[in-house]
């Protein structure tokens, strides 16, 4: 049987708060929550600096908390990017509409004082 592992009370709590922040994001990748990875994203730098002690220790408890950061990390990387591709697709089909409006507009000052207070 292999001697239990030793951290100082620390690096424990470290370990635990890195965990903890990685459940959370995975909530918020499930629940599509960008604002609340923003948030996180603030919070899992200093976690994972203050985690870095125990984590090269390679222990089994720091090598889970590490694994458990990385599919968090990786799970809202792609809900980013997803969501990115969908902000990047509606500002083209606005850039489009904007382009035929433009094209058909009749001229004239007035007009284009309209389409200005539109925008």
């Known amino acids: ?11 424990r709590r470290a370990l635990a708060r890195l965990r903890q922040l990685a459940a959370e994001e995975m909530a918020a990748v499930r629940a599509g929550d960008v604002e609340a990875l923003c948030h996180l ?15 090269r220790s390679g222990s089994a408890e720091a090598r889970e908390a590490a694994r458990d950061a990385r599919e968090a990390h ?24 904007r382009r035929a409006t433009t094209a058909y507009a009749p ?3 007035a007009h284009s004082a309209l389409l ?3 925008r």
């Open 1 to 11: 049987m292999a001697a239990p592992e030793r951290f100082a009370p620390e690096d």
């Open 41 to 55: 994203s603030a919070l899992l730098t200093d976690a994972t600096a203050r985690a870095e002690r125990a984590m």
């Open 74 to 97: 990786a799970a809202a990387e792609a809900l980013l990017h997803s969501r990115m591709a969908a902000v990047r697709e509606r500002l083209r089909d606005l850039a489009a509409t």
């Open 107 to 109: 001229a004239g000052p």
């Open 116 to 118: 200005n207070d539109q």
